[in-house]
């Protein structure tokens, strides 16, 4: 049984930071990816930023980059996103994600379990 559990989101001024946390658990491959996804109030979800367990390797979209870093605790079976200089359009829900290590790493379909969610919500 694989689970994924959000913390961290909340409300925030624009500019302001935010940092969400990601433990997982009962994933036993030692190659794997775990991704950030977001989606708004009528919006498709989309790729935010992923990182590969094993080799550390980063994946960013063009929206976030500069502001936003992913990191991994390996010892907590723990992903973080540090999120900085927020604006209004980063607001929605945020669902950490795990899968194998193929495809896009930013494309939700190549991902097979899903946490349930942490809303965050950047104000101007």
């Known amino acids: 049984q694989v689970q994924l559990v959000e913390s961290g989101g909340g409300s925030v001024q624009a500019g302001g930071s935010l940092r969400l946390s990601c433990a997982a658990s009962g994933y036993t491959y030692s190659r794997y990816l775990m991704g950030w996804f977001r989606q708004a109030p009528g919006k498709d979800r989309e790729g935010v930023a992923a990182i590969s367990t094993s080799s550390g390797r980063t994946y960013y979209s063009d929206s976030v980059k500069g502001r936003f870093t992913i990191s991994q605790d390996n010892a907590k079976n723990t992903v973080y996103l540090q999120m900085t200089s927020l604006k209004p359009e980063d607001s929605g829900t945020y669902y950490c994600?795990?899968?194998?290590?193929?495809?896009?790493?930013?494309?939700?379909?190549?991902?097979?379990?899903w946490g349930q969610g942490t809303q965050v919500t950047v104000s101007s």
């Open positions: 994600a795990i899968g194998p290590p193929i495809g896009d790493p930013l494309m939700t379909t190549d991902y097979s379990y």
